[in-house]
């Protein structure tokens, strides 16, 4: 039995079409992975699976001292256009460089990915616990 931990990430399906044609071997976060495979999925529609990468060991980049220079170094690594590398990281002091390879998987098992994903939906659990500090500021406004 082997046991992997995944990340769940949005990301562009531009960008995933990128990485499952090998064109893209590089993703920039300004978080960094945890684990050894990433599940991307939609932004809009977070339970649609587009696929799974196997991820190498992050490295952290500053930014702060040559951003035009490592910008540009990034956006060629990365494959992204420089304005959306500006949308997403100005004003960012670092960011974690990861190596992905995709995982060729079957739409069978990403159907069953997709599911298991439905167990945590995050606009679920967010909008439980809103409920539940509601319901509490009810409660103590009673007392």
Known sequence: M???ELTVAKIDPT???KIKSGEKKFEVRTEEFKGTHVVFVEPDHPRNVLGIVR???G????????YEAVKHMLCELAKIDSERFDRLFKGVD???VHGVTPVP????????VAGALRIFDPYY??????TRFLMKTVKDKEK
């Open 2 to 4: 082997r046991n992997i």
């Open 15 to 17: 960008l995933w079409d």
């Open 55 to 57: 991820i190498k060991e």
């Open 59 to 66: 490295i952290h980049v500053g930014l702060h001292v040559h």
């Open 94 to 96: 670092t960011v974690f």
């Open 105 to 112: 998987i079957s739409v069978e098992y990403l159907k069953v």
């Open 125 to 130: 659990e967010e909008a439980h616990m809103r």
